[in-house]
């Protein structure tokens, strides 16, 4: 759920990362708040364990930019991987505007894999959305280590639909912003659509 | 998803943000802030230079849910308020009309009894506010100044 603020001239997306725990969610944006001019970016917050374990979200705020007069800001959310977590996914997907879905690329992560992308729809469809309406990408993360299933095999389990989807190894960056930008694109383009 | 498109016009940023101000000074206030449910900040009050009211919103709004997560599993409708007490600063929050929320932060120089009478009645304004806003977003025609973005606007915010 877009929020339009004619007073501030300011339009403000929702967009949720989700994904297997260990997926590397939390990575992404800590790359991306790394990675981002000072002026652009607020605080990344991240309500982790003490082991750094996602315990509720994290939260990072990013400016992009303006578009007709508009700044075109948006809210980066991810939600806690692991399965017992449920009901704290399901509150994150509150309001959300766009998803970016995390795959451990890793052959041994399949059913992982499998398991959290059917969670996602499950969760979205009780808020009301579905997932095929949705600004959606999928991303397959962790490209760079030696055990790791073919895009090909991943897209037939994951992608059948056939969404953008990007390689990333989000601990170096590789991709990260290729995903954020193609998610943050058909946010947009859903609103021009949508007509808000 | 259209009707839960959250727009904010000037006439009610202006309506909104008077019962902020004013709530500030009633209550005795540092600090006043509306969110809505989603995090985003709506209006703020009183001292907030130095304070992260982006992060705030957010947490506030994650504060929210989960409460909102813990009524349902007690069969409760929902849990409208909530109280921090810190050993310099407390913070009351309240919900309004389940679509808002009232963060009011406070010190030694106002109490707890104040806050909430004067919360209750900056919450019945709001609550008439926002029931306004709502229809005016619903109505049909209502424009959108994002009908005619195009494809070259939206690339345009990517190049770096």
């Known amino acids: 759920m877009s929020f339009i603020n004619y007073m501030a001239r300011e339009i403000n997306c929702k967009i949720v990362y989700y994904g297997p725990g260990l997926c590397g969610k939390t990575t992404n944006l800590q790359y991306i708040y790394e990675r981002t001019n000072p002026s652009a970016k607020g605080k990344l917050i991240s309500l982790a364990t003490e ?63 499998i398991e959290s992308l059917e969670n996602l729809k499950t969760n979205l469809n009780e808020q009301g959305y579905s997932l095929e309406k949705l600004p959606f990408v999928i991303q397959y993360n962790k490209r760079d280590l030696p055990n790791v299933a073919d895009v090909a095999e991943l897209r037939e389990l994951l992608n059948p639909t056939g969404v953008p989807e990007f390689e990333a190894v989000a601990r170096t960056g590789v991709g990260v912003f290729e995903t954020l930008k193609a998610v943050a694109k058909l946010v947009l383009t859903e609103l021009k659509k949508g007509g808000g | 998803m259209a009707k839960d498109q959250m727009v904010m016009y000037e006439e009610e940023f202006n309506q909104i943000q008077l019962v902020v101000d004013k709530l500030v000074k009633d209550a005795n206030a ?115 100044p994002f009908g005619e973005i195009t494809d070259e606007d939206i690339d345009n915010l990517f190049n770096d």
């Open chain 2, 30 to 144: 540092k600090v006043v802030f509306i969110v809505d449910k989603n995090g985003q900040l709506i209006a703020a009050a009183g001292d907030v230079d130095n304070l992260d009211t982006t992060s705030l919103a957010s947490l506030t709004a994650g504060n929210i849910a989960a409460t909102g997560g813990m009524a349902k599993l007690l069969r409760e409708e929902e849990f409208a308020t909530q109280f921090h007490e810190g050993s310099k600063q407390n913070v009351h929050i309240q919900l309004v009309g389940n679509r808002v929320i009232l963060v009011v932060i406070f010190d030694s120089r106002s109490s707890l009894g104040l806050v909430r009478l004067r919360v209750k009645k900056a919450s019945e304004e709001l609550n008439k506010i926002f029931e306004s806003l709502l229809k005016k977003v619903q109505e049909p025609g209502a424009d959108t």
């Open chain 1, 51 to 113: 082991t750094e374990r996602t315990l509720f979200f994290d939260f990072l705020p990013l400016s992009l930019g303006e578009i007709r007069g508009f700044k075109a800001r948006f809210q980066l959310y991810t939600v806690p991987g692991q399965v017992f977590y449920d009901a704290s996914r399901k509150l994150i997907l509150k309001g959300v505007d766009g998803v970016v879905y995390v795959a451990d690329s890793q052959i041994e992560r399949a059913e992982a894999n």
